[in-house]
């Protein structure tokens, strides 16, 4: 059976009605697939909508939080619920029946020959922001991918199994390693900074809704081949072991004058001008050694390189202050991991998109770009052109208008244990600053594990990151790898970073940037900002991203 056919629904044959369900589900209709020990809603939403069928595969949790709102706690509701779902079954038999038996109406899928106001290709978690975006502020949306999964180069990959098989290791995982199911390994390891822009845009856009988050436990820098904890504030400057006497109270008065910077205060200047004033210069000013300028500028401003030494320090300590902010807040580190892995991101924002509109094809192939006059007209696939004003992709849809622009490494570690020195943390982030490996940019490791609901019981998923340099990757990583040991398991993944060669404005193809080795989201978040910029006119704002309306399960209808 075809899962395409199950996804659309052609115009000539709408779906049923069932009464009251609306407030329950979005859709009059909604199928329950099973796909392992997830569920999967595929959402078919006709009649008032024009008949035009949108699709939604919705995070795992949903399955939980439809049997969790409130909405359901009476009688009549949990009586709709049951009731849809002996409907929706009774919806797949028909579907499987009459793919047996075509009748040359139901199974013809949805047709394309539409006209679009932006066709999004690959469900990144770059392209679901931005079709959520669109579709929100009011955009005709069609957001295909040619693989039957969301999150394209961000997924998460569950059963284990599978993770093996795309590795080429056909000898699948050993018993020890427990159940398949219980394992969701990310391809792009990240982490969410607390008061980030991507945490902004999932509380703008309320997709917070569907995700459930747990505070990332420690943040930890390289110093010597030993790591320690970064100290972010007063007393952790104080009481760190990276730093000696002298340098700690050198180091706490810096951390006083950042907190107490406002830009819009000259008095608290003292003597340093935040337009003009190198970063550079102002650690001259406080008298710091290079081991805490690597930790301060890596660890916690997260630059990757230290070109940022030389530039003004207003953008820097606005980093450190926001992150000494968020730490007060969450207390063990500034960053936050959903539950069931980061593939989870994408399919919020994919139900944002679905829920105002937008029209989704999951393992759809891309035949062709249709240009005209140098300008994108739609997008032709299977035999059908879906015409579009404006298109958003990834690189791999267009692979002659971007270029390379290096590579990253990354090497997926499955652990039996917590890493050493981080107290037993069940979840971590090690940076290693570049002039402590004698390398041009830092290494990077995330580490989540069982208690993420990411892996089997007492296992641990670390990666391992960074920009490559040399001939050799695998050896680049080698100091990060001998923190983690012993490693039960090893996947690498050696990845060509792609940026587009133009900005977009003249043939309205927007491209976004492959993920770099950083493990936080900033990076992903500037790009979004910047194709939204080229594409609408105008600045980036979250307010544009605010919802206007309810959709959830049991609020009002749309």
């Not at 450190?320 to 994408?346: C, D, N, Q, T």
């Amino acid at each position: 059976m075809d899962l395409r056919g199950t996804q659309h629904l052609p115009r000539t044959r709408p779906a049923p009605h069932f009464s009251g369900l609306a407030k329950i589900c979005v859709a009059p209709e909604i199928v329950l697939v099973r796909r392992l020990r997830r569920w999967k809603p595929f959402q078919k939403i006709s009649g008032r909508n024009g008949g035009i069928a949108r699709v939604w595969q919705g995070p795992r949790r949903e399955r939980d939080s439809l049997t969790r709102r409130k909405d359901l706690e009476t009688t009549d509701s949990r009586h709709l619920w049951f009731s849809a779902v002996a409907a929706a079954a009774a919806a797949v038999a028909a579907v499987v029946k009459e793919e047996e038996e075509p009748s040359g109406r139901w199974y013809q899928g949805l047709t394309m020959d539409e006209e679009y106001d932006v066709i999004v290709l690959g469900t990144g978690l770059t392209e679901c922001i931005l079709s959520g975006i669109m579709s929100v502020n009011g955009k005709k949306v069609l957001h295909m991918d040619r693989n039957p999964y969301y999150g394209g180069e961000s997924s998460s990959i569950t059963p284990l199994e599978e993770l093996y098989k795309r590795f080429q290791l056909l000898e699948g995982p050993p018993e020890s390693m427990g159940r398949g199911r219980d394992w969701n390994v990310d391809l792009i390891p990240k982490f969410l900074m607390a008061n980030g822009q991507l945490v902004k845009m999932l509380l703008y856009t309320e997709v917070t809704r569907y995700l459930d988050f747990k505070v990332v436990e420690g943040s930890f820098v390289y110093k010597g081949g030993k790591i320690y904890k970064v100290p972010s504030t007063e007393t952790e400057a104080l009481a760190s072991n990276l730093m000696g006497m002298f340098e700690k109270r050198r180091f706490r008065k810096f951390l006083v004058f950042v907190a107490n910077f406002d830009e819009n205060d000259p008095k608290t200047f003292e003597g340093v001008d935040p337009q003009t004033t190198s970063m550079r210069d102002v650690y001259r000013k406080f008298d710091l050694g290079q081991d805490v300028i690597d930790f301060t500028g890596h660890a916690l401003a997260l630059y990757r390189t230290d070109d940022y030494l030389d530039q003004p320090c207003l953008e820097t300590i606005n980093r450190i202050k926001l992150y000494s902010e968020v730490l007060a807040r969450s207390g063990k580190s500034p960053y936050l991991y959903p539950l069931y892995g980061l593939g989870e991101l994408p399919q919020g924002f994919a139900r944002l998109s679905a829920i105002y509109g937008g029209t989704y094809m999951l393992n759809k192939p891309v035949d062709e770009i249709i240009m005209e006059n140098g300008k994108v007209v739609g997008v032709k696939s299977e035999g059908e052109v879906a015409r579009c004003k404006q298109l958003i992709c990834d690189p791999s849809y267009i692979p002659d208008r971007v270029r390379k622009a290096g590579q990253v490494i990354r090497i997926i570690c499955i652990l039996s244990h917590p890493i050493k020195n981080t107290n037993d943390a069940n979840s971590c982030q090690i940076i290693i600053p570049q002039n402590q490996v004698n390398r041009k940019s830092d290494i990077y490791v995330c580490m989540i594990s069982y208690a993420h609901n990411v892996a089997a019981q007492g296992k641990y998923i670390a990666i391992a990151s960074t920009t490559v340099e040399t001939a050799e990757p695998e050896k680049e990583v080698e100091p990060a790898l001998e923190l983690l040991e012993p490693i039960d398991q090893k996947f690498v993944a050696i990845s060509d970073l792609y940026e587009p060669i133009d900005d977009g404005s003249e043939s309205q193809v927007f491209c976004s940037c492959s993920y770099d080795a950083t493990t936080h989201f900033e990076t992903t978040c500037n790009d979004i900002k910047d194709i939204y910029k080229r594409m609408a006119g105008s600045a980036f704002d979250f307010e544009n991203m605010k919802r206007k309306q309810n959709d959830v399960f049991g609020e009002a209808d749309q």
